[in-house]
């Protein structure tokens, strides 16, 4: 019975439900045809079979209880993200997100004012260099930092060249200086008292000449009436005739003596005028080209000498006007070179602030505006200085312009600093907000405008800073509450909360 049963059993686990209801009545048959000693072996079938069914039981319980908790666990997921999801939007729509204050745009008085930037410079930096060339310095007599005066002695160098040159010269133009008297006058005064006694003695000869001519015409006269009486006494026949040719021969003779009489009275005469010439020429000087080269020599060496006394005032290197020594290149002992800075000072120790200003801007700045400075540190505190000048020209590849700013003189304002400055271009009525209203984001500028209880962001555009306010050019009207403390955290539309 025991070998009958085990495969049964096994069968109706192994082929399912059909399988053992189909072996059941077989095993059941069996069962009533045997008696007796087979009863116990029954009881013991049935009692495995329904532990079969209790097991399958629980198993089937075990799965549907799991089933539900499943079940729930996702139900409860999905109740949870819902509410999660729709949570912001029902507290947004009864609670405020922050607490804020609101201010009203308003009309105000500002100032308007143009900020720009620059160096120090100096107001009219003076280059000093040596106008000599190939000398060496002998003595350096000012410092970097030194206040000097219009001719002070900056630096000394080494002239013995020039002054050895310069005493040469000199002398030079001594000769031609004497050269110059001789060609205007070539004759001493001996010569002169020379001249001068020959045109005496030439009056002198004249003057014998004259009275020889005279003793000559006398003769001559005497002679001729000696003649004639011989004449009349031939025809008296008183003389002979030897007489009568004597006497006429010695008239002609008288004649003769008459005539060169008056030749050397022409000579006498003509040499009188030659020696009148000749002190004439020696009182009145030399030919005029003699004279006309002798001042030009002079001419030309009176140029050496200025240029040669000018290159000797030029070894002492003055300070051309008064002012700030801001620097030296000067050292002893070395050679200078025309065009080499010796010294550069701040002539007046007058600076000005060079302000680099965009061309759109420079037609609202005028000669006198007002002007705030502060350093690039701003360690310094303000300085107020005024604008002088604009520049009329206008850099083409940046489209700056430069604005001259005098500044005040202080210890404490160097060339070379880098400042910023305000220029006051004017008094404006305009609307003005606090400046922790404005945001900026994404290169715009924006403020949150009370609309009742929400927070609405608006586009503005912004103009002057003035202290902690910011005019508002476009964007904002008067009467609009913007939102100033907590602005930074709010999105558009947010509910808030405002205190006063």
Request: charged content about 25%; glycine content about 8%; hydrophobic content about 40%.
């Amino acid at each position: 019975m025991s070998i009958d049963f085990t495969p049964e059993t096994s069968s109706s686990h192994a082929d399912g439900g059909e399988a053992g209801a189909n072996k059941a009545p077989a095993t059941r048959a069996g069962a009533g045809e045997v008696s007796g000693g087979q009863a116990p072996v029954r009881q013991t079938l049935l009692s495995g079979t329904d532990r079969s069914r209790r097991h399958s039981g629980v198993t089937l319980k075990l799965a549907g209880l799991v089933a539900l908790l499943l079940s729930a666990c996702a139900a409860a997921f999905a109740a949870f993200h819902y509410l999660s999801a729709a949570k912001p939007d029902s507290l947004n729509k009864s609670l405020p997100v922050m607490t804020i204050t609101a201010e009203p745009v308003a009309f105000e008085d500002i100032v308007r004012r143009l900020s720009v930037s620059g160096s120090i410079a100096a107001w009219d930096p003076i280059s000093i260099g040596s106008e000599v060339n190939g000398l060496r310095i002998e003595s350096v007599l000012a410092e970097e930092g030194d206040h000097v005066k219009a001719g002070q002695v900056l630096s000394c160098l080494n002239s013995s060249v020039l002054k050895a040159q310069l005493d040469q010269q000199r002398a030079q133009l001594l000769a031609s200086q004497a050269n110059l008297t001789k060609a205007i006058q070539p004759n001493r005064i001996e010569d002169l008292n020379s001249l001068k006694a020959m045109v005496s003695q030439s009056k002198a000869a004249i003057a014998q000449e004259e009275a020889n001519l005279m003793r000559a015409r006398s003769n001559f006269a005497n002679a001729q009436e000696n003649a004639r009486r011989y004449a009349d006494l031939r025809k008296q026949g008183a003389v002979s005739q030897m007489e009568t040719d004597n006497a006429s021969t010695a008239a002609r003779i008288a004649q003769a003596e008459v005539t060169n009489a008056e030749k050397h009275v022409e000579a006498a005469r003509y040499s009188e005028r030659q020696s009148e010439e000749h002190l004439s020429m020696a009182l009145s000087g030399g030919r005029v080209e003699d004279i006309l080269a002798a001042r030009a020599t002079v001419a030309e060496t009176k140029a050496r000498v200025s240029q040669l006394e000018a290159q000797v005032a030029q070894t002492v290197i003055r300070a051309p006007a008064d002012g700030l020594i801001v620097k030296r290149d000067a050292h002893i002992g070395e050679i200078t070179a025309v065009g080499k800075q010796l010294f550069m000072m701040v002539r007046e120790d007058r600076l000005e602030l060079r302000a680099q200003v965009p061309e759109c801007d420079l037609t609202r700045i005028k000669p006198g505006q007002s002007v705030s400075m502060t350093a690039g540190n701003e360690g310094g505190g303000a300085i107020v200085g005024s604008v002088r000048e604009i520049s009329p020209l206008v850099d083409q590849s940046t489209r700056l312009g430069v604005v001259r700013i005098d500044v005040p003189h202080s210890p404490r304002i160097l060339p070379g600093m880098f400042y910023h400055a305000d220029i006051d271009v004017g008094n404006a009525r305009a609307l003005t907000v606090p400046s922790k209203a404005v945001l900026t984001a994404e290169d715009r500028s924006f403020v949150f405008v009370l609309a009742g209880d929400r927070a609405q962001s608006r586009s503005v555009k912004t103009g002057e800073r003035i202290g902690d306010r910011v005019e508002i050019v476009s964007g904002l009207q008067a009467g609009d509450r913007v939102i100033v403390s907590g602005a930074g955290f709010l999105r558009d539309d947010d509910l808030v909360k405002v205190v006063r």
